[in-house]
């Protein structure tokens, strides 16, 4: 994903999806310290993409990743734009093995989802070339994930 400071970027954004989009990453640690900072990690901006989404795609350091989705783990079961799990765009752009493992352990089930239905529909696995360090964690099979986190499904 890695957009300009500019590209995507929208008024309505909240203060925390303003911070992600221009990488202003010092002040959006700032941000989530605070009750509204961490109530604005549930709301998506005008795409559907919820911060954890956008900080994903725009690169954002590990720490900071790592906050929103424990302010919000739900974050990994909530569509975004092309109907993408945080995990497809995790996959897809790269993340260290930490983040990509936190957002897998958190829901498994994401591994299988294939995004926007039809020709475009693809599994985070499609994606698992991309990245040699992430290869392994995305070709694990959900089954044995899902036993790992103890998840009943």
């Not at 958190?106 to 985070?124: F, S």
């Not at 990245?131 to 790992?148: A, D, G, I, M």
Request: charged residues 30%.
């Amino acid at each position: 994903m890695t957009l300009s400071s500019d590209e995507y970027a929208d008024s309505s954004d909240s203060q925390l999806l303003q911070q992600i989009k221009s990488t202003r990453w010092e002040k959006l640690r700032c941000v989530l310290k605070s009750p509204d900072g961490r109530a604005m990690a549930k709301k998506p901006d005008v795409y559907g993409n919820l911060p954890l989404h956008a900080a994903i795609g725009y690169k954002a350091p590990d720490d900071v990743i790592l906050e929103i989705l424990r302010i919000h783990p739900q974050a990994t079961r909530e569509h975004g734009t092309d109907y993408w799990l945080p995990l497809h765009v995790a996959a897809m752009w790269g993340t260290s093995p930490e983040v990509l493992e936190a957002i897998i352990r958190e829901y498994p089930l994401a591994l299988d989802d294939v995004g926007e239905p039809g020709i475009k529909g693809r599994t985070p696995r499609h994606f698992s070339d991309r990245f040699k360090h992430n290869k392994e964690l995305l070709e694990r099979p959900t089954s044995e994930w899902v036993r790992l986190v103890g998840l009943d499904y």
